[in-house]
Each structure stands twice: as structure tokens, then as C-alpha cells.
């Protein structure tokens, strides 16, 4: 199965990330979706699992959990907005890391690409970075990579320029 992973588009969903996410057979976003029009956008292209982030209001948090437990293809995975990284994780989400670790961890929040192995607690973190253009990221980015049978391979990573327009605009480009 072939994943695309976003975070804080913050209202964007636009022509390039299409493009991007057009051979992934399912999207998870990070939080901070932006609109509840971003996340119906991509769910019509994708199916999605989505997490809400900080700065979601109401409508995408009825829609959306805090944190998400769940397997893909024999692969355990938990997704959350607020994570933190290796060494460093959240106070929220550091003890369930801890507890039980998934074998993939995604975040985003900090608008900053990181993909790292935490030796410790012997999992894969992903932070996809910011896809949307509000931040002080200067590069849009989104990860995509295959699961299958319990592994995880061929990780890609896409970057745009910050100069789209934005759903709370009226516009999903």
C-alpha cells in the first residue's frame, strides 16, 4: 500500500499536492488540516485518516481524534498532531510512546521534515513537514512510502514553493 502523509496544510490543498498524492492509495494528515473544505478535498481524492492539530477549529475536531491507533498492512502505526521527536517527544504522548511504541509514529506541528529511528523505543518517526504555506517553513513539504508486509520502504519526499492560494480564500485549487 502506498501512504501519503501531510500536516498543517493549514486551509491548502492545492494542484501539486494532488499531484503528489495521485498514486497513493490512502493519505493521514498530522493535524492542523485547516478547514473541514481541505480535509473533503482530499477525502474525495484519497481516503483519509486524519488527526486534528492546534489550530483546527470545531467542525474538523468532530471530524477528526487527537490521536489515531492503527495497523496497515501488519504494520502498527500511531498518529498524533503535538509529538516531538526522538529523545524529545511531547509530555502528551511520551508515555503511550513509551508504554506501548508503534513501529511508525507520525507527528507534525513543527512545520520541519524530520524522518528519524528511535534506537530507544525501536520505531520509525515521520514529521512530513508543513504542506501548507503559513509558517516560517520555507519549503512546502508531504511524504510518501509503501507498506507491506509489516515493513516499510521507498520513502519520498515532495517539495513546492509557498505561493498558493488557500481554501479559506473560497478556493481548493
Avoid at 500500500?1 to 498514486?23: N, V
Avoid at 477525502?43 to 492546534?54: I, S, T
Avoid at 507527528?107 to 524530520?114: A, E, F, Q
Avoid at 512530513?128 to 519520498?156: C, F, Q, W
Amino acid at each position: 500500500m502506498k501512504i501519503g502523509i501531510l500536516s498543517d496544510t493549514h486551509g491548502l490543498f492545492d494542484e501539486p499536492l494532488r499531484r503528489f498524492l495521485a498514486d497513493v492509495d490512502e493519505v493521514w494528515h498530522a493535524g492542523d488540516v485547516g478547514s473541514a473544505c481541505v480535509a473533503d478535498a482530499i477525502a474525495k481524492l484519497k481516503p483519509l485518516r486524519a488527526v486534528y492539530g492546534n489550530i483546527d477549529g470545531e467542525e474538523v475536531r468532530r471530524s477528526f481524534p487527537l490521536h489515531q491507533r492503527f495497523t496497515c498492512e501488519g504494520v502498527d502505526v500511531l498518529m498524533t498532531h503535538i509529538g516531538g521527536y526522538p529523545g524529545r517527544y511531547d509530555p502528551s504522548i511520551a508515555g503511550m510512546l513509551r508504554s506501548n511504541p508503534p513501529q511508525l509514529f507520525v507527528c507534525g506541528h513543527s512545520h520541519i521534515l524530520k524522518v528519524m529511528f528511535d534506537k530507544k523505543l525501536n520505531f520509525l518517526h515521520i514529521n512530513p513537514g508543513a504542506a501548507g504555506k503559513y509558517g516560517l517553513h520555507i519549503v512546502r513539504t508531504a511524504v510518501r512510502l509503501d507498506i507491506k508486509d509489516g515493513s516499510m520502504s521507498n520513502l519520498e519526499v515532495g517539495e513546492w514553493k509557498k505561493n498558493i492560494v488557500s481554501c479559506e480564500s473560497g478556493t481548493v485549487e
